[in-house]
């Protein structure tokens, strides 16, 4: 009876890091693809910038686009959180950094989503918001806003990334290869509005890296176990001579 009770607890523990794993992937693989969206908004740079805003803004398919960027961004953040619990347990004494960086960058990522996209949303569900020259004003300033976020993201993920790289260094949980990329990427994002165009994909693919980490040890846990329980059989020993 006490057995059975002792083992009980170890049938999570296999699974520990395979479901946070799962949400990594799908986290980093809607990262990227929201980000590639987003990347098809106006520029609002320059003399034209209230031109381009208005006729991209009128078009139906664009607002669509704009709405599905913004769930899209959204669940990347919900799932980045299941992620980040199984990745700051890998880092150890330096867990509360990953925690607190990790936590930074989906606060500002999911600020992002909405204010880069709030005024797309707006047109299409709203029957009395035009898209006329003065309200272009406000999609410029939301678009500005959302950059801004995305680059105060990258830097609640500089402090993740540099905790996972000092973490690699004094443990063995992390694969060295995977804490220097972190650190690679880390150092990028450092660069503000000057990188935060294309650091958060450079994030997506060391979360998926990272991912898939969590799932092999969640396989060689769970090996582990199962050969723990159920131990191979000793050989028979030959008979002694009579």
């Known amino acids: 009876m006490m057995a059975s009770q002792n083992a009980e607890p170890a049938q999570p523990a296999q699974h520990r ?12 693989a809607l990262l990227i693809a929201g980000y590639v969206l987003w990347s098809f908004t106006p520029d609002v740079s320059g003399t034209g910038a209230i031109r381009r805003v208005v006729f991209w803004y009128l078009e139906e398919s664009n607002q669509d686009q704009a709405e599905a960027t913004a769930l899209i961004l959204l669940a990347a953040g919900l799932l980045f959180l299941f992620f980040l619990v199984a ?22 990522l999911l ?10 949303i707006t047109v299409k569900n709203s029957d009395v918001f035009p898209v006329v020259p003065e309200t272009s004003l406000i999609a410029i300033l939301l678009l500005d806003v959302a950059y801004g976020a995305i680059i ?23 694969p060295a290869w995977l ?58 020993q030959p008979e002694p001579p009579q």
């Open 17 to 28: 890091d395979l479901w946070p794993g799962i949400a990594g992937l799908g986290a980093g």
């Open 87 to 108: 990745l700051s347990r890998l880092a150890g004494n330096r867990s509360h950094l990953v925690m607190v960086g990790g936590t930074i960058f989906t606060a500002f």
């Open 111 to 120: 600020v992002a989503a909405l204010a880069g996209n709030m005024f797309a």
């Open 152 to 174: 105060a993201s990258m830097v609640g993920a500089a402090v993740m990334l540099f905790a996972v790289w000092r973490a690699a260094q004094e443990t063995h949980a992390i």
């Open 179 to 236: 804490g220097w990329s972190a650190f690679v990427v880390a150092v990028l994002s450092l660069a503000g509005p000057f990188s935060a165009w294309f650091t958060p994909l450079l994030l997506a693919a060391w979360v998926l890296a990272a991912s898939v980490i969590l799932i092999l040890n969640a396989h060689e846990a769970r090996g582990e176990t199962e050969a723990s329980l159920n131990p191979q059989p000793l050989p028979p």
